[in-house]
């Protein structure tokens, strides 16, 4: 009888160290398996994240303001320079200057304003300064005009009284095609001539002067 308390005794102890060693190895892969969970999700967050690159802000070059005209002649001067060679003829500038575009005075050189250049004498006293470029053998073949408008104000009736004055002038020796008054900050630009002749040269002067407005074309003859 001693002997089977004992046996039974023994296999009691035996089964309950088999349920603690069977508890513990439980507990142990628990942790390990939250181990690994928060491992895994650390390692999740972390590739989740992405990097964000701020974009480079490009700084914009300023536009340099085109340099102020200096007088009637340098826009001329200007224009007549960009011309082909082939595109050239033979010319007369001011007063008589041979084969570029010259001044006027305008306190002096007012009956030559008024005449070769179609003109009016009654806006004279609008402007300060000029410059001319001519067909040597016949002005009606070209002439061009540039004058500067001491106010600013008075750029409109100045290209009005001119648009009058050209296309209601009594023509010698010849009517020119076309003619056109153009404004370039203070200036007054007006040409009149021959269709090809003023083709090329309109085309010079928009080439030069990007911000030219051209306030009248009209054809003449």
Known sequence: MKLRKLLI?????AILATF????????NNNENNNDGSNQAT???ESDG??????????EQPEEEEA????DSKEILTTVWGSYAEEDKFSV????GTMNEPDSLDVTVDTDMISNNL?????????IDDAASLMHMLNANTFT????????????????DAIKEKVTTNQWICGVPNEMFVANIGNYVVSAFGNDEVMDVFKTALETSYPDVTFLYEEAIA
Do not use: K, Y
Not at 49 to 58: H, I
Not at 67 to 70: G, L, N, R, V
Not at 119 to 126: L, Q, R, T
């Open 67 to 70: 340099p102020a005209i200096t």
């Open 9 to 13: 005794i023994l296999s009691c102890a």
């Open 49 to 58: 994240q992405t990097d964000v690159t701020e974009p480079e802000v490009t």
């Open 92 to 95: 007369i500038g001011g007063t």
């Open 144 to 159: 061009c005009g540039v004058f500067r408008v001491t106010d600013s104000a008075n750029i409109t009736a100045v290209a």
């Open 118 to 126: 179609v003109f009016p004498a009654d806006s004279i006293s609008m």
């Open 20 to 27: 603690a060693a069977c508890g513990e190895t439980e507990n």
């Open 42 to 44: 650390e390692s999740t």
